[in-house]
């Protein structure tokens, strides 16, 4: 998928009603939602608009929506805020503008992995073969891989 296809997937799943126009790209629909006063309505997943555009990387769509007062520190069904999403795929620009916005460094997802070590990793995961240790009930799970982020 793709970030235009998430934020059309969102809308629909809200009933939000997209103009033909706004079918044109990521920016339209992102000014629709902006509009419409609902950059905190969410996916299936429990995912707002932030996510998605924290998780393609979209600075121009993320900056928009916070503008917009999107919340930073929502959390999606998983326990991940935008942060963690940005922080899994490496997007240094987001991680910075979401960390100026106010989100939090001192949280955990609902797999327990804290967002400095998760970070920490993207930055590195040429270096690495694998992701970093979860602590899935109180237990170490050195290189577990099934962990979802």
């Known amino acids: 998928m793709d970030l235009k296809k998430e ?11 997209i103009p033909e126009s706004a079918n044109n790209s990521e920016i339209d629909i992102c ?3 902006i509009k419409l006063k609902a950059v905190n309505c969410y996916n299936k997943d429990g995912e707002t608009a932030l996510f998605i555009g924290a998780y393609y990387n979209n600075v121009t769509v993320c900056q928009n929506l916070i503008e917009s007062d999107a919340d930073v520190n929502l959390r999606s069904n998983n ?9 899994r795929q490496g997007c240094t620009d987001i991680v910075n503008i979401l960390l100026m916005a106010g989100s939090r460094v001192n949280v955990q997802n609902k797999y327990n ?3 400095l070590k998760l970070y920490a990793w993207s930055m590195n995961k040429a270096k690495c073969m694998s992701p970093p ?15 979802i982020i």
């Open 113 to 115: 992995f804290i967002l």
């Open 31 to 33: 000014t629709h939602i």
């Open 7 to 17: 934020l059309l997937e969102l809308c629909a799943h809200n009933s939000l009603k």
């Open 79 to 87: 326990g991940n805020g935008p942060l963690h999403c940005a922080a």
């Open 133 to 147: 240790t979860a602590n899935v009930g109180g237990e170490q799970k050195p290189g577990s891989r099934k962990v």
